[in-house]
């Protein structure tokens, strides 16, 4: 996992038991999936709108926001940067349309 993942990893692990009154992250898992589903939607929704602009700077922020929130509930689910890591290493070499036909049986 690369480095940055890690201590992202890390540090949303630990603000499990951060006081929610102190931490966005805390306050999201205070508030349960439904807060953190809502704020993946939000920021992909802003991803779509920057490309649509086309302007770098705000494709790369909002980006960053979506990976994040995403990491977020990764955590909150018990999952970790690594098992998606595994996933997109397990699909190099491997057509698009054929990973997902397998999918759908």
Do not use: C
């Not at 540090?11 to 439904?34: F, H, M, T």
């Not at 494709?59 to 994040?68: P, V």
């Not at 595994?86 to 349309?97: D, N, Y």
């Amino acid at each position: 996992m690369s480095a940055i993942l890690k201590q992202l990893s890390d540090i949303l692990e630990a603000r499990k038991q951060a006081d929610p009154n102190n931490s966005y992250v805390a306050a999201l898992y205070a508030q349960g999936p439904d807060a953190i589903l809502q704020k993946i939607g939000e920021e992909a929704t802003e991803v779509v709108i920057a490309g649509k602009n086309e302007q770098a700077d705000q494709i790369i922020n909002e980006t960053a926001d979506l990976w994040f929130h995403s990491l977020v509930l990764l955590a909150q689910q018990g999952l970790h940067p690594d098992q998606v890591l595994a996933e997109l290493v397990r699909r190099i070499g491997q057509s698009g349309l054929d990973e997902k036909a397998a999918r759908t049986k």
